[in-house]
């Protein structure tokens, strides 16, 4: 067991015993907190993950097709998105397949 020394307010030490257990019960468990991305939040994910690499960068495009697990709305929802981004062009080459481009900025 660990101790501790915690000075009061009238100028004297006390000793108070301390163990990690206690610790534990006094923050908050996360353990049990789970966090699950929305359809719409994996949809932006894997297009995010898609265009960063740096052979899509360099050519300044991307061909996706949408995934069997991805929900039509969510799909929709981000390609909208995009489309309504200046700078970024949304090309519908067959239904669930589109090509994502985009300009080099020349001009800052």
Avoid: C
């Amino acid at each position: 067991m660990y101790s501790s020394v915690l000075p009061f307010h009238d100028g004297s030490n006390t000793v108070y015993p301390y163990s990690i257990a206690m610790e534990d019960d006094m923050t908050p468990s996360t353990a049990n907190i789970t966090f699950s991305p929305t359809p719409y939040e994996q949809v932006g994910r894997r297009i995010q993950r898609l265009v960063s690499d740096p052979k899509v960068q360099k050519r300044q495009a991307v061909d996706i097709t949408r995934r069997e697990d991805e929900t039509p709305e969510a799909w929709e929802q981000v390609l909208q998105e995009l489309d309504e981004t200046d700078g970024i062009t949304v090309e519908r080459l067959q239904p669930g397949y589109v090509r994502i481009g985009w300009k080099r900025y020349i001009d800052l």
